[in-house]
């Protein structure tokens, strides 16, 4: 099973400013690396394909990158509205591994 | 709209049997594959199984092999999850998710599994 580990768990972080989320494969994936977004009492919403594709109707402060086994998801100039959990996925092998989450909090 | 709505969840016993169901709506159901996954409060998602578009090939989680069965019927689009032999560790809010990468999810299902 490959192994998901997103850095950090949790970021407390103020208006405008840059984020930046790491996700590393325990084995080379290529590009088959997802991000998502989940606010409370919400389902997971899809916001990045394939480590750097963009999804229609998904702001562009949201942009990722990277390949093989190393990954970052960037939100540039945070919004009040970005609080929530992100998570990465990896689609390269059965069974599909989600990463343990990382919070994101707005100061 | 694109829509999934789950049913089915409930309280049961430890080794009874559930059987979860997926209404999808707003695309043309038999061109996706479908998964199940969940997700326990504040954890992150786990997949479970995913079915491809006419049912002909699945695949488990290692912790599911054997007990549960992930079918589809094309003419209801609806996707269905049969649970068997249930044990504690199995509660769970169970979605269903189209597609990989997962671009629609369900609002979920409760699995409470309790004597």
């Known amino acids: 099973e490959i192994v998901v580990t997103q850095s950090p768990d949790f970021q407390s972080v103020t208006p405008k400013e840059k984020v930046t989320i790491t996700c590393r494969a325990s084995?080379?994936?290529?590009?088959?690396l997802h991000w998502y977004q989940q606010k409370p009492d919400q389902s997971p919403k899809l916001l990045i394909t394939?480590?750097?594709q963009s999804v229609s109707g998904v702001p562009s402060r949201f942009s990722g990158s990277g390949s093989g086994t190393d990954f970052t998801l960037t939100i540039n100039s945070l919004e009040a509205e970005d609080a929530a959990t992100y998570y990465c996925q990896q689609s390269s092998t059965l069974p599909y591994t989600f990463g343990q989450g990382t919070k994101l909090e707005i100061k | 709209e694109v829509q999934l709505v789950e049913s089915g969840g409930g309280l049961v016993q430890p080794g009874g049997s559930l059987r979860l169901s997926c209404e999808a709506s707003?695309?043309?159901?038999?061109?996706?594959?479908m998964h199940w996954v969940r997700q326990d409060p504040g954890k992150g998602p786990v997949w479970v199984a995913r079915i491809n578009g006419d049912g002909s090939s699945t695949a488990y989680a290692d912790s599911v092999k054997g007990r549960f069965t992930i079918s589809r019927d094309n003419v209801k689009n609806t996707l269905y999850l049969q649970m068997n032999s249930l044990r504690a560790e199995d509660t769970s809010v169970y979605s269903c998710?189209?597609?990989?990468?997962?671009?629609?999810w369900g609002q979920g299902t409760l699995v409470t599994v309790s004597s």
């Open positions: 998710v189209r597609a990989a990468p997962m671009d629609c």
């Open positions: 394939f480590a750097s």
């Open positions: 707003g695309f043309t159901f038999s061109n996706y594959w």
């Open positions: 084995q080379s994936i290529g590009s088959s």
